[in-house]
């Protein structure tokens, strides 16, 4: 029989696992012992060490002889090479696409045309009750109940039914479709407003908790408040209407503000503003750490060339990066080994980006989900590890700079706690106790919360922070906190 007591022998020397990496280990050891309930959800937000403690968990539990392959399913090419190479460091030996070693790391992309190939590549190599199987960043599996066989969650579902464990990481765990997803369960929440199915994490690292250790830097927001001019009709003659961007509640005209918001415009326009001052705010760090550089997230790809022209005739070196350049990859290998001062990315510098470099954040796109927002600002958070020895904790922050939009601010005021994610709502008629809202018996949501404590949440918390942001007379107080 193996023994009950915790262990991490299997980490190799000079390796200290934080906290929540060990509850990890304990609670998938758990998991083990329930043969009904094999998926753990972990919300972590970046510099929190996901890849490291679930690599720390497999090697324990592997080493305990409870586990013999691991498998991590990734969405983009560079975050599986970054797998990799985290596996190679700690004496693992994971192959691309195919099994070798200790187990591989495959695309979600591939799971989805057709999962039976790497399934049966898997089987080949261990039988499937003793893989651990990963889904990093898995909000991406979403489980859509009018097209259980579309989608990225189908092909996971496929590749990992029978495993011995299935655990997704996420940083951000809700979509803007409101759709539950892969290694998730649903329960029932109950409020004023009636019964919601809910998912919340099995084991929750809030950014404050990081924040508070020293494990992350905190993160001051700086939003450009102003009018904005909207001319109604064409041109001739007609009246302008005047909107204030930062007090607008109605979600058309707020829209419209974004828009004009971040187009660059006349010089004294609002976008203008918010990179003069991400600007001064990078000029002022790199006095003191030479290699600080910035970050903007831009609109689209003209967008992003104007903004990298722009900033290069002020003197500022930009590698500007976008999905349909063929070098981009190359470009982000170039800026986190410190070339550029700047880099302008349309959607590539998100989930699994990482550059401690990273300081500054100009937000000058109109996407104001909160998972695509926080995906975006939380790039500033991680520490370089030679600063990290000379800094006090909390660490020093990291800026952010955006327009004033209400929606962002909204979103920025939270983005160090961590709440349930609530699901759409059943259609008409459905019973939510007897469908999880999936649809389909290939996929599954369980609708229960696990009573025993391996089932529970783990909140790790911290400290309360300052409020971000505090409202009087209806008017936004100016933008400086640590979140």
Known sequence: MLPPSFRLDAAPEGVRPRQWQRRLIQLLRRRLERPDDRDVLVNAGPGAGKTLGTLLAFRALQAEGRLEALC???????????????????????GDGVPTGHGLVCSYQTLARD????????????????WLLVADEVHHLGLDPEDPEGGWGFGFEGLS???????????????????????ARARLESDDGGCHRVIAPDLCVEPRELIASGDVRPLEFHFQDGWVDHRRGDVGGEPEATSPL????????????????????????????????????????????????????????????????????????????????PEAAETLQRFRRGEG?????????????DAPRLRVVAYLTTVVTRSRFLQAITRAVRLDGALAALEPVPRHPSSIHAPADPLLMAHASGWSLSAPYRLRPLPDGADP??????????????????????????????????????????SVTSGQAAG
């Not at 999962?115 to 003793?130: E, I, Q, S, T, V």
């Not at 809700?174 to 759709?179: H, K, S």
């Not at 001062?341 to 980006?353: K, Y």
């Open 72 to 94: 991590i399913c990734t969405h983009r090419t560079a975050i599986a090479e970054q797998w990799q190479a985290a596996a190679d460091r700690l004496g693992l030996v994971l």
């Open 115 to 130: 999962p039976g190939p790497p399934r049966r590549r898997l089987l080949a190599h261990a039988p499937m009750d003793r």
């Open 161 to 183: 039914d029978g495993a011995a464990l299935r655990v997704g990481l996420t940083g951000t765990p809700f979509r803007a479709d409101r759709l539950g997803f892969c290694a």
């Open 246 to 325: 930062s007090e607008e509640r109605r979600e058309s005209w707020r829209a419209r503000n974004l828009r004009r918001a971040v187009a660059l415009g006349e010089p004294g326009g609002i976008a203008r503003r918010v990179l003069a001052g991400a600007r001064r705010e990078l000029a002022r760090l790199r006095q003191v750490d030479p290699a600080a550089a910035g970050l903007v997230v831009a609109r689209d790809i003209d967008h992003a060339l104007a903004i990298g022209r722009l900033l290069e005739a002020g003197g500022d070196p930009v590698q500007v990066v976008h999905s349909l350049d």
């Open 341 to 353: 001062r700047w880099l302008v990315s349309v959607d590539m510098c998100a989930e699994g980006f």
């Open 433 to 474: 106790e007897a469908d999880p809202g999936i649809g389909t018996s290939a996929v599954s949501l369980p609708l229960r919360a696990v009573a025993d404590r391996a089932g529970g949440v783990i909140a790790l918390s911290g400290p309360e922070l300052p409020p971000f942001l505090s409202r009087r007379g209806g």
